[in-house]
């Protein structure tokens, strides 16, 4: 045990990643040129587009808005007190008026617009801002299907509502079409930095799965695990769930698991065929990856022919998926024709792809899910839409025949649609990691 510490010492002090990784404050720089640019530029056509002329957004300390946080600039890490914002269209071209109705201003985007001393009474406040500009469509966050766009409270709604004039209440509607935009949608500026988050990634787990952290017969898979989650916190980033390590193997008796069913710890051999699932936050993006190493025996020097003919299923399917990601088609659309294109090419495919971005299981049309491969009503009916992310998640199964067994190749990319056509935002997996056994 003592040994294993030591290596686990060393290896942290070992740089990862080619990627310059940002000090924090640099990160804060960044993320406020983003939101400068995706409330200049993102955000004005998205409420043109969905017919929103005032989007009010709210959150109680500690009780984020999903949307709402995703608006508040580098320094500010929850909301404070009772944040409201106002967000007005005014159309024709015209810039943006966001406002806070609250103690402080938000940063340099939202101007501060309550003045306590002059009304106590912070409803009246925001009724007055909404009242002086009568906007047609009044969008706040309230949604039955999807969760990151139900950001308002039943408090808030309800107080929200009285303190509105009656002659407004039929012009309140569910932003959730504008809230669903504003977080699927990525920005120009997001895009440059996207494609380094995702090859942070691929370089940490082509590392966990080296010999440089695996000795077959002594490490486990939890070893591996631990080792991502300390790398990850050591380059300054975070992990939006706990990554897993699992094994499949020649042995015969061992089922096929669900996604529920998480192996238990397992040393790792020669012969294992190793799968990693992980994912890290930065500039509030996040990464979802999964990917395969074979752990060669003594002597191979590859892996067997059933194994590398597998992989080249899962490629393939990822294929079939991603060509047919078209732009106004929705995820169910998509499943369900890529599936049937799937089986007709002799695969046995496994399709739970979903959007990605400021949330790891972001807002967006949903493509499948492992246990729903006849498709989802209205999330599964989302369509398509330009400029957005997606984790490239799926399984195919094959008859491996070194084995005598079926196996799955579960794989997991990031990849970005830009209306045209989809490209992986740093690559995919199409060999496997080798880990040496001699």
């Given at each position: 045990m003592r040994s294993l510490l030591v290596l686990f010492l060393v290896l942290l002090s070992l740089p990862v990643s080619a990627v310059n990784v940002a000090s924090m404050k640099q990160r804060a720089q960044i993320i406020d040129n983003i939101l400068q640019q995706r409330f200049e530029q993102v955000l004005p056509h998205l409420m043109k587009r969905t017919g929103i002329d005032m989007w009010v957004t709210m959150s109680r300390e500690y009780n984020e808005d999903p949307v709402l946080k995703t608006m508040l600039p580098s320094t500010w890490l929850s909301a404070?007190?009772?944040?409201?914002?106002?967000?007005?269209?005014?159309?024709?071209?015209?810039?943006?008026e966001t406002l806070a109705v609250a103690r402080y201003?938000?940063?340099?985007?939202?101007?501060?617009?309550?003045?306590?001393?002059?009304?106590?009474?912070?409803?009246?406040?925001?009724?007055?801002?909404?009242?002086?500009?009568?906007?047609?469509?009044i969008g706040i966050n309230v949604s039955k299907s999807f969760a990151l766009a139900?950001?308002?409270?039943?408090?808030?709604?309800?107080?929200?509502?009285?303190?509105?004039?009656?002659?407004?209440?039929?012009?309140?509607?569910?932003?959730q079409e504008l809230a669903i935009a504003w977080l699927e949608t990525r920005s120009e500026l997001e895009m440059t930095y996207y494609p380094q988050l995702a090859e942070?990634?691929?370089?940490?787990?082509?590392?966990?799965?080296?010999?440089?952290?695996?000795?077959?017969?002594?490490?486990?898979?939890?070893?591996?695990?631990?080792?991502?989650?300390?790398?990850?916190?050591?380059?300054?980033?975070?992990?939006?769930?706990?990554?897993t390590v699992s094994i499949q193997r020649a042995t015969k008796g061992q089922e096929q698991r669900?996604?529920?069913?998480?192996?238990?710890?397992?040393?790792?051999?020669?012969g294992d065929l190793l799968h990693v699932d992980f994912g890290i936050t930065y500039l509030r993006l996040n990464t979802d990856q999964q990917q395969h190493a074979y752990v060669l025996r003594p002597g191979e020097t590859e892996p067997p022919a059933g194994l590398v003919k597998a992989l080249k299923a899962g490629n393939q399917l990822q294929d079939i998926l991603t060509g047919n990601f078209i732009k106004g088609r929705s995820g169910n659309e998509i499943l369900r024709t890529s599936r049937h294109q799937a089986v007709k090419a002799g695969i046995t495919p496994s399709i739970y792809t979903h959007p990605l971005g400021f949330h790891g299981h972001a807002a967006g049309?949903?493509?499948?899910?492992?246990?729903?491969?006849?498709?989802?009503?209205?999330?599964?009916?989302?369509?398509?839409?330009?400029?957005?992310?997606?984790?490239?998640?799926?399984?195919?199964?094959s008859y491996v025949p070194e084995w005598d067994k079926k196996i799955r190749i579960m794989l997991e990319e990031d990849a970005f649609f830009d209306g045209k056509q989809v490209r992986y935002l740093d690559g995919r997996q199409q060999k496997f990691h080798l880990i040496s056994s001699d």
């Amino acid at each position: 045990m003592r040994s294993l510490l030591v290596l686990f010492l060393v290896l942290l002090s070992l740089p990862v990643s080619a990627v310059n990784v940002a000090s924090m404050k640099q990160r804060a720089q960044i993320i406020d040129n983003i939101l400068q640019q995706r409330f200049e530029q993102v955000l004005p056509h998205l409420m043109k587009r969905t017919g929103i002329d005032m989007w009010v957004t709210m959150s109680r300390e500690y009780n984020e808005d999903p949307v709402l946080k995703t608006m508040l600039p580098s320094t500010w890490l929850s909301a404070r007190r009772h944040t409201m914002l106002v967000i007005y269209y005014p159309g024709d071209g015209q810039p943006l008026e966001t406002l806070a109705v609250a103690r402080y201003a938000m940063g340099d985007t939202f101007e501060k617009a309550w003045d306590k001393d002059a009304q106590p009474d912070q409803w009246a406040a925001l009724a007055e801002i909404i009242k002086t500009r009568d906007p047609d469509r009044i969008g706040i966050n309230v949604s039955k299907s999807f969760a990151l766009a139900d950001g308002m409270s039943s408090t808030e709604k309800a107080q929200f509502m009285a303190a509105l004039p009656d002659k407004l209440h039929a012009r309140v509607v569910s932003a959730q079409e504008l809230a669903i935009a504003w977080l699927e949608t990525r920005s120009e500026l997001e895009m440059t930095y996207y494609p380094q988050l995702a090859e942070i990634g691929h370089e940490l787990i082509a590392k966990a799965f080296s010999n440089a952290v695996v000795t077959p017969g002594k490490t486990s898979t939890d070893d591996i695990v631990w080792w991502l989650r300390d790398q990850s916190k050591a380059m300054g980033l975070e992990n939006w769930f706990h990554p897993t390590v699992s094994i499949q193997r020649a042995t015969k008796g061992q089922e096929q698991r669900d996604f529920s069913q998480r192996p238990e710890e397992n040393v790792i051999q020669p012969g294992d065929l190793l799968h990693v699932d992980f994912g890290i936050t930065y500039l509030r993006l996040n990464t979802d990856q999964q990917q395969h190493a074979y752990v060669l025996r003594p002597g191979e020097t590859e892996p067997p022919a059933g194994l590398v003919k597998a992989l080249k299923a899962g490629n393939q399917l990822q294929d079939i998926l991603t060509g047919n990601f078209i732009k106004g088609r929705s995820g169910n659309e998509i499943l369900r024709t890529s599936r049937h294109q799937a089986v007709k090419a002799g695969i046995t495919p496994s399709i739970y792809t979903h959007p990605l971005g400021f949330h790891g299981h972001a807002a967006g049309p949903t493509i499948g899910m492992w246990d729903a491969q006849e498709g989802l009503p209205v999330v599964g009916d989302y369509p398509l839409y330009p400029n957005t992310a997606y984790s490239i998640e799926l399984n195919a199964t094959s008859y491996v025949p070194e084995w005598d067994k079926k196996i799955r190749i579960m794989l997991e990319e990031d990849a970005f649609f830009d209306g045209k056509q989809v490209r992986y935002l740093d690559g995919r997996q199409q060999k496997f990691h080798l880990i040496s056994s001699d």
